[in-house]
């Protein structure tokens, strides 16, 4: 079997044809809006505006643990952004978010809206808010805060990289699988030591860490991402798989897996939610029996 032609870049890269995959529609190298879109508001202090992706999730898992601590300032309205169909690029979108990347907050509870944009930012901001979940002592805030950018910079090797070339890339490329994979492995290696010596990731207490690292490590564990579990091996990482499931265990994560969802089994897609109750009149098998 022969592999990929052989590419020999040019002196000076230009745009001049889609670069193929499954997101070949939307990607392009600038930024700012394509099409003027004001974004709805609702009646909630948050207005949440994102995808049920693993950076969705982090933020819809917060925010229904604050609720189930009993923050009802934590309420929001969680609208949905489809961004295979360019919404992340209308005028609205990106005056809360100019880089045009999901989720993306609005806090409306002040006198002045204050936005909210990348996913640990959004973690932080809400922890913050609420006093919840990051710890205030030291040096067990820095553990927290360490673990939390830990996931900001190694996601991208298992989403960007390894998820791309593995399950969306138009061709598959040996160098870029193999490339990747190493690292994914590596990194949930870190993760498995890191667990074996410790209840939850920052130490004995659950935290935005957990929250931020679960939707993408967690869910690789449970068999969730890109089709790879057997490839990978993921069973293997003994002290992530039980992370995973103790994390999956709590009820305010399944909630805040199902919201703003587009995939999978109907009853655990809640596409937009406005009200708790929407968890039990909303999903989309409902929706869709009631035709």
């Given at each position: 079997?022969?592999?990929?032609?052989?590419?020999?870049?040019?002196?000076?890269?230009?745009?001049?044809?889609?670069?193929?995959?499954?997101?070949?529609?939307?990607?392009?190298?600038?930024?700012?809006?394509?099409?003027?879109?004001?974004?709805?508001?609702?009646?909630?202090?948050?207005?949440?505006?994102?995808?049920?992706?693993?950076?969705?999730?982090?933020?819809?898992?917060?925010?229904?643990?604050?609720?189930?601590?009993?923050?009802?300032?934590?309420?929001?309205?969680?609208?949905?952004?489809?961004?295979?169909?360019?919404?992340?690029?209308?005028?609205?979108?990106?005056?809360?978010?100019?880089?045009?990347?999901?989720?993306?907050?609005?806090?409306?509870?002040?006198?002045?809206?204050?936005?909210?944009?990348?996913?640990?930012?959004?973690?932080?901001?809400?922890?913050?808010?609420?006093?919840?979940?990051?710890?205030?002592?030291?040096?067990?805030?820095?553990?927290?805060?360490?673990?939390?950018?830990?996931?900001?910079?190694?996601?991208?090797?298992?989403?960007?990289?390894?998820?791309?070339?593995?399950?969306?890339?138009?061709?598959?490329?040996?160098?870029?699988?193999?490339?990747?994979?190493?690292?994914?492995?590596?990194?949930?290696?870190?993760?498995?030591?890191?667990?074996?010596?410790?209840?939850?990731?920052?130490?004995?207490?659950?935290?935005?860490?957990?929250?931020?690292?679960?939707?993408?490590?967690?869910?690789?564990?449970?068999?969730?991402?890109?089709?790879?579990?057997?490839?990978?091996?993921?069973?293997?990482?003994?002290?992530?798989?039980?992370?995973?499931?103790?994390?999956?265990?709590?009820?305010?994560?399944?909630?805040?897996?199902?919201?703003?969802?587009?995939?999978g089994d109907p009853s655990e897609q809640l596409r937009e939610r406005h009200d708790?109750?929407?968890?039990?009149?909303?999903?989309?098998?409902?929706?869709?029996?009631?035709?």
């Open positions: 079997m022969t592999g990929p032609a052989e590419y020999t870049p040019p002196k000076i890269w230009t745009w001049n044809k889609a670069n193929g995959g499954q997101f070949a529609n939307i990607n392009r190298p600038i930024a700012g809006p394509t099409h003027e879109k004001e974004l709805p508001v609702g009646r909630h202090p948050l207005q949440l505006y994102s995808l049920g992706t693993p950076n969705g999730v982090k933020v819809t898992i917060m925010l229904e643990e604050l609720l189930a601590l009993g923050h009802s300032g934590a309420e929001y309205d969680a609208w949905l952004i489809k961004i295979g169909e360019g919404d992340q690029f209308g005028s609205g979108f990106v005056d809360i978010n100019p880089n045009s990347k999901i989720p993306a907050l609005l806090d409306r509870s002040g006198p002045k809206p204050v936005r909210v944009f990348e996913s640990a930012s959004i973690l932080m901001y809400l922890a913050e808010k609420f006093g919840a979940f990051l710890p205030t002592e030291q040096p067990a805030r820095a553990e927290c805060i360490s673990w939390l950018f830990w996931q900001m910079g190694s996601a991208p090797y298992l989403g960007g990289g390894f998820g791309h070339f593995y399950a969306y890339a138009p061709t598959k490329i040996e160098y870029a699988i193999d490339r990747f994979a190493m690292e994914v492995k590596r990194q949930l290696d870190v993760l498995d030591r890191r667990l074996a010596e410790s209840e939850y990731i920052a130490g004995s207490d659950y935290t935005i860490a957990d929250i931020a690292i679960w939707p993408w490590y967690g869910g690789l564990a449970k068999g969730w991402q890109y089709g790879a579990a057997e490839f990978l091996q993921v069973q293997d990482y003994k002290n992530v798989q039980r992370w995973a499931e103790q994390v999956y265990s709590r009820p305010a994560v399944k909630r805040g897996r199902m919201v703003n969802r587009m995939s708790a109750s929407d968890f039990e009149t909303k999903t989309q098998d409902k929706l869709e029996a009631a035709g």
